[in-house]
């Protein structure tokens, strides 16, 4: 039986959804990591294991997490034709209120992903409204209310409305954002001793990145991004490799006020990595695992003989 790319993805999303799961029970993250698990569950078709993941997640949630696991649930509910049962649980997420800013941010885009923008605009105003108290506020890139900020910015353009008070301070915010972006740059710029690394997709996000953001790596196979990454990792004198997550860069890019597809933003992404010891040290031995975590041995791997 011929194996395609799609099937290697799926299980390759199950392998992902079933290791979240477990580390679950010991990781002291169990709803961020239930989540995320039927997020992979969801690439994999597995809807059923999604609800699951989903439900378990809502019920151990304490409202201490990054990600929110009744909005998630709700928004499963409410993407899957069940709307009854979604809005009856937005309806108490938005009775008690929470202090997770994601719960608001899930909220709007499970509206939007049902052509619902004025009611995903509603959600956005209400965590804005409780996470940036006024137009005065001291608020920096990544703090709580920024990303709810940005998500309220762009529906509202995409729905023609004017700039407000609120949009006004996002834009001061991703200048001064920009302001210093520049001057960390400009800094590393002049750090002789700044570690090099490169940076390594690991095959389920690298296919994620190719389904939302093919413009990053147009065209290029994750085989070819791997020979990509072993060029570059021989081509410099003391390198290192950073194994890459979306999410993880997102954050990085907007703490830094730059777009995350600039080239630029995966770079530094990858340095400031490499700087917190946060990357894997290049080369391996050959009889080591080899750097792209496949537990095949170096030599037998990306270290192959004719590989690059």
Known sequence: MTVTSTDAQRRLHVEYAEALEADAETSGEQCNDLVEAADYWHFAGEHEREERALRAA???????????????????????????????????????????EWAYVTASIAYQL???????????????????????????????????LRQRSLLRRELGLPNDGFDDLLDRLTDHG???????????????????????????EFAELQRGRPSWYPGTTHLEHRREVQRALRQHLAPAVVTGSIGALVDFAASRGIPPGERSAREEFAAEAA??????????????ACWCGSDRKYKKCCGASGFV
Do not use: M
Not at 114 to 142: C, I, M, T, Y
Not at 182 to 199: G, K, N, S, Y
Not at 275 to 288: C, E, I, K, S, V
């Open 58 to 100: 809502a019920e151990v949630d304490d409202d201490n997490n990054v990600l929110h696991g009744p909005a998630a649930f709700a928004k499963f509910l409410l993407i899957h034709g069940r709307r009854a049962e979604a809005e009856e649980r937005f309806a108490q997420l938005l009775r008690e209120g929470s202090n997770c």
């Open 178 to 204: 920009r302001q210093i972006g520049e001057q960390i740059r400009e800094i590393r710029r002049h750090d002789e001793t700044e570690r090099l690394a490169v940076l390594y997709w690991p095959p389920a």
């Open 275 to 288: 700087r917190r010891g946060l990357a894997t040290a290049w080369p391996p031995g050959r009889n080591d």
């Open 114 to 148: 049902v052509d619902a923008p004025q009611e995903a605009l509603r959600w956005l105003n209400v965590g804005v409204n409780r996470f940036v108290p006024s137009l005065d506020v001291e608020l920096e890139k990544g703090d709580a209310g920024s990303e709810l």
